[in-house]
């Protein structure tokens, strides 16, 4: 056990052009994850080919385990789902916790 609060981050990789970009926001939520002392269990990247299944998994883990904090880069990652806010909101009321834009985008 970390003593570290437990997350899970979330990544529209449709927002990027390049793997790099990608590779570089995945690198920048575990570091501010470390930063920030939570313990990220897992990054949730969605795609083109993947349509809402990262996000679909990212929910499941959320309501199966003790996971109640959602790392994202921006909230404009939540555009493929819903609208940003509402998005955002309906994760707060599921999980009992918090979105946390992290600024790396």
Same mark, same amino acid.
């Given at each position: ?32 994850? +470390? ?53 955002? +909101? ?16």
């Amino acid at each position: 056990m970390s003593g570290k609060a437990p997350a899970v981050a979330y990544v529209n990789a449709n927002l990027f052009i390049t793997e790099s970009e990608v590779a570089r926001v995945r690198e920048s939520m575990e570091r501010f994850a +470390d930063e920030w002392c939570y313990d990220l269990d897992s990054i949730h990247v969605e795609d083109r080919a993947s349509g809402r299944s990262a996000f679909n998994s990212m929910v499941t883990r959320l309501t199966t385990e003790d996971i109640t904090t959602v790392l994202v880069p921006s909230l404009h990652h939540f555009a493929g789902i819903g609208h940003p806010i509402e998005v955002k +909101d309906h994760l707060q009321l599921l999980t009992a916790g918090r979105v946390i834009p992290t600024g790396t985008t």
